[in-house]
């Protein structure tokens, strides 16, 4: 499952998305929320939002390649990147609320493959010369949190207060948005750029280290934060598969 073309990545989302929905399996949340910004590239390219369109392309494919690799191999009974790894096997968790799965995949995808990706697509060229584009694709991203919000009060209803009141949401929350994914795949994408190629499986290891801990931290918020995501979970509404519809609605 390896796309070519950022069709043939929306095309390989709405299967997985599919598939999800049939099982049903949570696994859908994240594959639909990644759907939605996808289509929101695609239009930005159409439309000559970024400064170079082609590049900004390929730079989604590869990026999105590594996400459908990642699922391909947790499937196939192999093993991705611990990051992903943790993201999958936590899909089957009951007492996760949609909010933490979504944040469990994003939390791979932007902090650890977003700046391979970026370094990918810049090899041999000077990786700052990328650096615009790479903030709008982050303002797109970052309109990802929003959206969430939006989506997740039609699941729960109190999600947004609760979210607005309690400090360890607000810091998880921002902690994936915009600015992380500015700062810290970007300061990641320029490391691997300006390191040789020897040292990459090297310093992704490590990245995926660190990637890993900022998971634990979505799973385990500590024992007040844990009691509130309870209420949350048995207090969600509908299946698996009309909350993925409600994370592909516009």
């Not at 499952?1 to 696994?27: C, G, H, R, W, Y």
């Not at 499937?75 to 096997?89: C, H, L, R, V, Y």
């Not at 810049?122 to 309109?143: P, R, Y």
């Not at 207060?161 to 902690?175: G, N």
Request: proline letters at 2%; glycine letters at 4%; a negative charge.
């Amino acid at each position: 499952m390896q796309a070519t073309t950022i069709d043939e990545v929306i095309s390989f989302l709405e299967e997985i998305i599919q598939k999800n929905k049939e099982i049903p399996s949570t696994m859908g949340y994240f594959a639909a929320l990644y759907h939605k910004v996808t289509c929101k590239v695609k239009e930005g390219i159409e439309n000559d939002f970024f400064d170079d369109n082609p590049r900004m392309e390929q730079l989604d494919v590869i990026f999105a390649n590594r996400y459908l690799q990642a699922y391909s191999e947790f499937q196939n009974g192999t093993k991705p990147t611990d990051s992903w790894q943790i993201a999958f096997e936590e899909a089957d968790s009951y007492w996760l609320i949609v909010l933490q799965h979504l944040l469990l995949g994003m939390n791979a995808h932007i902090n650890l493959d977003l700046g391979i990706a970026a370094a990918e697509v810049m090899k041999g060229k000077n990786i700052d010369d990328l650096q615009n584009d790479f903030n709008k694709i982050n303002t797109i991203l970052g309109e990802l949190v929003h959206d969430v919000q939006k989506e997740l009060s039609l699941i729960w209803t109190f999600l947004a207060k609760i979210l607005k009141k309690t400090e360890k949401f607000s810091i998880i929350l921002t902690d994936f948005s915009m600015k992380l994914a500015r700062d810290g795949a970007w300061k990641y994408a320029t490391l691997l750029a300006n390191s040789p190629e020897t040292e990459w499986q090297k310093l992704i290891q490590e990245r995926d280290v660190k990637v890993v801990k900022k998971a634990n931290l979505v799973i385990n918020p500590g024992f007040i934060a844990r009691l509130i995501l309870k209420i949350i979970r048995l207090e969600e509404t509908g299946t698996i598969k009309t909350r993925i519809e409600i994370l592909q609605k516009d």
